[in-house]
């Protein structure tokens, strides 16, 4: 990771993007692609990307 910890996001910050993976995690599951989970939680695709490889 380049930054610290959290890279200096306020906690609750760091709870919203946590929920994000989440429900990146639940779109996974259910087989959905990069590209429509990047657009249904307006994010890049290439987070979505890392995410599921991880």
Do not use: C, H, K, N
């Amino acid at each position: 990771m380049r930054y610290p910890q959290g890279g200096g996001l306020t906690a609750e910050r760091l709870r919203f993007r946590e929920g994000l993976r989440f429900q990146a995690a639940e779109q996974f599951a259910r087989g959905e692609t990069s590209s429509v989970i990047a657009r249904d939680l307006r994010i890049g695709v290439r987070s979505v990307q890392r995410w599921r490889q991880a």
